[in-house]
């Protein structure tokens, strides 16, 4: 674990200084991803995967189980997040999903929706792909919990030009012990990924994008990124670690 948290500090030390050159020239930058990726590698997950990102604009509406999620999504597509905040109690992640745009939910804050989706419209607006994962929280991995849609007001009705596509996050018979489940603390859930000698194996399924008659509104939207992950997952039963 010591030699994978030095690793992330240089790596971390890199993306600020590289971060602040491509800053300052005005020119398109890639630290972000290039660090997320980095710490999923360094955390020793591989990425798998099935399927492509659509092209152009994009909404991925995945399931949710670890922090892992975001690094590996980010390697894989370059996309920023809609995350809870509970991430945010980890500073090294704060900072990086701030520098990716992040917008942080208050999963128990309905008093500041209206301003988590003004923050998700901006972002729409400047990113290419962003992630919302619509469980509001994280599960075990092994079943989905109920998708809300009220964060997908931002797009109802839908946005010209934008794709919506279900991901699966599918970390195979390993996805109990990779949860980040109930009240554990952030950090906790980051040390003790950092902690396992096995790699973390995660394919990323891009499913097929949502249809004209699932985009009627956010809540056809929700249902049917539901039931795509849910036909996915039934298609690939669960093995035993």
């Not at 973390?200 to 891009?206: A, G, K, P």
Request: net charge neutral; charged share 15%.
């Amino acid at each position: 674990m010591i030699a994978r948290l030095i690793a992330m500090a240089g790596l971390l030390a890199a993306a600020v200084i590289g971060f602040h050159v491509w800053k300052w020239i005005g020119a398109r930058n890639p630290w972000p991803r290039r660090f997320l990726a980095g710490i999923a590698g360094i955390a020793g997950v591989r990425i798998r995967t099935t399927g492509s990102a659509a092209p152009g604009r994009l909404l991925i509406l995945a399931n949710h189980v670890s922090w892992i999620d975001i690094p590996a999504l980010a390697a894989a597509t370059g996309t920023a997040f809609v995350a809870h905040d509970g991430l945010a109690g980890v500073p090294l992640f704060k900072w990086l999903c701030e520098m990716n745009d992040t917008v942080f939910v208050a999963r128990h804050d309905r008093a500041s929706i209206a301003a988590q989706i003004e923050a998700l419209r901006t972002a729409l607006s400047e990113k290419s792909a962003i992630t919302v994962f619509p469980e509001g929280t994280t599960s075990d991995g092994t079943e989905l919990l109920p998708f809300k849609s009220s964060l997908l007001a931002a797009i109802d009705p839908l946005v010209q030009g934008i794709t919506v596509q279900p991901v699966w996050l599918d970390y195979g018979p390993q996805a109990p012990a990779i949860a980040w489940v109930d009240e554990e603390p952030g950090v906790s859930s980051f040390l003790a990924i950092l902690s396992r000698a096995e790699p973390v194996e995660l394919t990323i399924h891009f499913l097929e994008p949502l249809t004209a008659p699932e985009l009627v509104n956010r809540k056809t939207m929700a249902a049917a990124a539901r039931e795509a992950i849910a036909a996915a997952m039934a298609a690939v039963p669960l093995q035993k670690p």
